[in-house]
C-alpha cells in the first residue's frame, strides 16, 4: 500500500534574472515500509523533492499526498501535526550543540509536551539502538561524524515517525562510516517498520541499502523501479550516464586496492 503518492509535481524558483525549474511534472508512489532511493547528479532536484515531501519546500503545482491525507489541504496546525510523523536526517547533523547527547535526542519529546522523566528514558532506549547509550553525557564537538549522525538518528527515532526522510545523510562521511549508518538504517527499517526515502548522489549507498530507486535529471523523473532493474538494465541515458560513473568508481577501488596490496 503506498504511504506517500505525489503527482504532477513541479517546483519553481524565481529569481531577478530568471526561472528554474527544479522539479517538472514528477509523478512517483512509494510503498509503506520500503526503502526507497532517489538517486541523480547535483542540481537534479532530488533535494527539492525530498523538501516538497514535508512542505518545507511548497510545491508549484501538484499534490503530495502522505497516509492518505493531501498535505497541500491542511491547515496550519494540522500539518504541523502531521509533520510529526514525519522524520528527517540532514547531511550535516544539525544539532544543538549547547546540548549534551542525552539532551539532543530528549528535544523533540519535550516540543511534544512529554514529561521529562519520560522523555529521558525514552531517549535512552533511542540511544541503546543506535549504539550510543555510553555518550549520553558528551557533547556534539567531542563526537565523530558517525556518532553525530547516530545521534541525529536517535532524535528522529524520538519523534515517533512513519517516515524518515534522508538528505545526502551518508555524504560527510567515510566509506566505512558510511557502511555502518547504512546497517543501522536497515536495522530500523525492519525493526520499527519505519519508511525510508533516501537521498542520494552516490549510487553504492542506493545498492546497498535500497528496494527501488528513482532516477532524476534536471527535474525530470527519468526512471524508476526495483534497484536491479534500473542498475541491471538501465533504459534512460540518465541512469545509464550513472551506472558507468559507478563501474568507473569501483574499477578505481579495484585498482587502488591491488596498488594497497602490492599486486600492481
Known sequence: MSIIQIEHLSK???????????????????????IFGVIGLSGAGKSTLVRCLNLLEVPTSGT??????NLLELSKEELRRERQSIGMIFQHFNL????????????????????KKTARKKALEYLRTVGLEEKAKAYPVQLSGGQKQRVAIARVLASNPGIILCDEATSALDPQTTRTILELLKKINKEYGITIVLITH??????????????????????????QEV??????????????????????????????????
Open 12 to 34: 519553481t524558483f524565481d529569481s531577478k534574472e530568471n526561472q528554474v525549474h527544479a522539479l517538472n511534472d514528477v509523478s512517483l508512489s512509494i510503498e509503506e515500509g520500503e
Open 64 to 69: 503530495v499526498t502522505i497516509g492518505g491525507k
Open 96 to 115: 544543538l550543540m549547547q546540548r549534551n547527547v542525552l539532551d539532543n535526542v530528549c528535544f523533540p519529546m519535550e516540543i511534544a509536551g512529554i514529561s
Open 202 to 227: 552516490e549510487m553504492r549507498v542506493v545498492e546497498e541499502i535500497c528496494d527501488r530507486v528513482a532516477v532524476l535529471y534536471h527535474g525530470h523523473l527519468e526512471e524508476i523501479g526495483s534497484v
Open 231 to 264: 542498475f541491471g538494465n538501465p533504459k534512460t541515458r540518465a541512469a545509464k550516464s550513472l551506472i558507468l560513473a559507478r563501474q568507473s568508481e569501483q574499477l578505481e577501488e579495484e585498482i587502488n586496492r591491488e596498488v594497497e596490496y602490492g599486486n600492481v
